[in-house]
C-alpha cells in the first residue's frame, strides 16, 4: 500500500537534523535521507586540524560580557 509522506529532508547534516527537530515541534510527519552511515557527518568526520571554531565573533565577545555581568 501507498504511503504519503509531505515532507523529505535530504542530508541529515546540521540544517536537515534542525529542521527535522522543528518538523518533529509541531507533529509533522517526514524523513530524512542522508547518504553517510550515520547523520552529521560533517560534524563527525570533517576536520581541518588547524581549525577549530567558526562563531560570529560578537556572538562570543556578547557572552562574555554577559558572563562578566553575573
Ligand atoms: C573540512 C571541514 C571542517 C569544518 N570544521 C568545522 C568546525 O570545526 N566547526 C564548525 O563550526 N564548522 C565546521 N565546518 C562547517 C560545518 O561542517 C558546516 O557549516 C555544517 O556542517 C553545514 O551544515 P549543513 O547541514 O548545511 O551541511 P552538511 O553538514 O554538509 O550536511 C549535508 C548532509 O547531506 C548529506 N547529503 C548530501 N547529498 C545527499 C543526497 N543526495 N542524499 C542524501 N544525503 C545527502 C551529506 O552526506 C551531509 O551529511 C567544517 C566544514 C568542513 C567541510
Redesign the pocket.
Given at each position: 500500500m501507498l504511503h504519503k509522506i509531505d515532507t523529505v529532508i535530504?542530508?541529515?547534516?546540521?540544517?536537515?537534523?534542525a529542521i527535522s527537530y522543528y518538523l518533529t515541534q509541531e507533529g509533522r510527519e517526514h524523513v530524512a535521507?542522508?547518504?553517510?552511515p550515520a547523520?552529521?557527518?560533517?560534524?563527525r568526520n570533517?576536520?581541518?586540524d588547524s581549525?577549530?571554531?567558526?562563531?560570529r565573533s560578537e556572538s562570543f565577545t556578547s557572552e562574555l560580557a554577559t558572563n562578566r555581568k553575573c
Open positions: 535530504v542530508g541529515g547534516g546540521q540544517a536537515g537534523l535521507l542522508e547518504r553517510a547523520v552529521a557527518n560533517a560534524w570533517q576536520r581541518w581549525f577549530t571554531l567558526v562563531t
